[in-house]
């Protein structure tokens, strides 16, 4: 699956945000609206995670898939009491409410592999875009973003993206060739809105049209 999305993992590269996210150039607004986004990203990723919990066929995957439910929250909670409420990050962009609706589609499908392959890419392609990052921005001491870049370059993150690709290829290869194709299509789904999440920050997207309106007293 890492081949057959190349040409994504390489534009993902090339995306202005992150580009200038490695070089430390990133305006630190795109920054805020991105982690705003990512806060309220994992609290539905979590529930993604908690169904692939429910559908786990071996006990310690059960506990592993719980395990990061319980720490996307963990995280979530701590990123949205410091950035939920800025700029336009204070609601899900059109990219982040795709996103996860996605996800938890592919939970409720119920259907162990196709979810492990769904929320694969947020897990991959974070490690190697962190792996890749280290190399070029120096002490991270010094780099305005080296916490979040220290962060997906972590052994304990490598060793859990290991994990969940093992997960993944032990399902695949249980599997008949029905099962792999509709896996194949969820991974490159979630690594296309990857892609998708990263320009919506650059550009800090918002809702077109008319402004949302209030419901309060309603």
Same mark, same amino acid.
């Given at each position: 699956?890492?081949?057959?999305?190349?040409?994504?993992?390489?534009?993902?590269?090339?995306?202005?945000?992150?580009?200038?996210?490695?070089?430390?150039?990133?305006?630190?607004?795109?920054?805020?609206?991105?982690?705003?986004?990512?806060?309220?990203?994992?609290?539905?990723? /979590?529930?993604?995670?908690?169904?692939?919990?429910?559908?786990?066929?071996?006990?310690?995957?059960?506990?592993?898939?719980?395990?990061?439910?319980?720490?996307?929250?963990?995280?979530?909670?701590?990123?949205?009491?410091?950035?939920?409420?800025?700029?336009?990050?204070?609601?899900? !962009?059109?990219?982040?409410?795709?996103?996860? !609706?996605?996800?938890?589609?592919?939970? @409720?499908?119920?259907?162990?592999?196709?979810? @492990?392959?769904?929320?694969?890419?947020?897990?991959?392609?974070?490690?190697?875009?962190?792996?890749?990052?280290?190399?070029?921005?120096?002490?991270? @001491?010094?780099?305005?973003?080296?916490?979040?870049?220290?962060?997906?370059?972590?052994?304990?993150?490598?060793?859990?993206?290991?994990?969940?690709?093992?997960?993944?290829?032990?399902?695949?290869?249980?599997?008949?060739?029905?099962?792999?194709?509709?896996?194949?299509?969820?991974?490159?789904?979630?690594?296309?809105?990857?892609?998708?999440?990263?320009?919506?920050?650059?550009?800090?997207?918002?809702?077109?049209?008319?402004?949302?309106? !209030?419901? /309060?007293?309603?």
């Amino acid at each position: 699956m890492w081949r057959w999305t190349g040409p994504i993992r390489a534009a993902i590269d090339e995306l202005p945000f992150v580009r200038a996210l490695a070089d430390g150039t990133l305006p630190r607004e795109h920054f805020d609206y991105y982690m705003g986004q990512d806060a309220l990203y994992l609290g539905q990723y /979590a529930r993604a995670l908690a169904g692939a919990a429910a559908l786990a066929d071996d006990p310690e995957e059960l506990v592993f898939w719980a395990e990061g439910a319980r720490d996307s929250i963990v995280v979530e909670r701590a990123l949205h009491a410091q950035y939920v409420d800025v700029g336009s990050g204070a609601e899900p !962009s059109p990219t982040c409410r795709a996103y996860t !609706s996605f996800l938890l589609a592919q939970s @409720a499908r119920g259907e162990y592999g196709v979810l @492990a392959a769904a929320v694969l890419p947020c897990f991959w392609i974070y490690q190697d875009v962190g792996a890749r990052l280290i190399t070029t921005a120096g002490d991270l @001491a010094l780099h305005p973003y080296g916490d979040w870049i220290g962060t997906y370059a972590d052994p304990v993150f490598a060793e859990q993206t290991l994990r969940v690709r093992g997960i993944v290829d032990r399902l695949a290869g249980q599997g008949d060739e029905s099962l792999r194709g509709r896996m194949a299509a969820a991974y490159e789904q979630a690594s296309r809105y990857e892609w998708m999440f990263w320009d919506a920050a650059w550009r800090m997207e918002g809702w077109p049209g008319p402004a949302r309106v !209030s419901r /309060a007293g309603r």
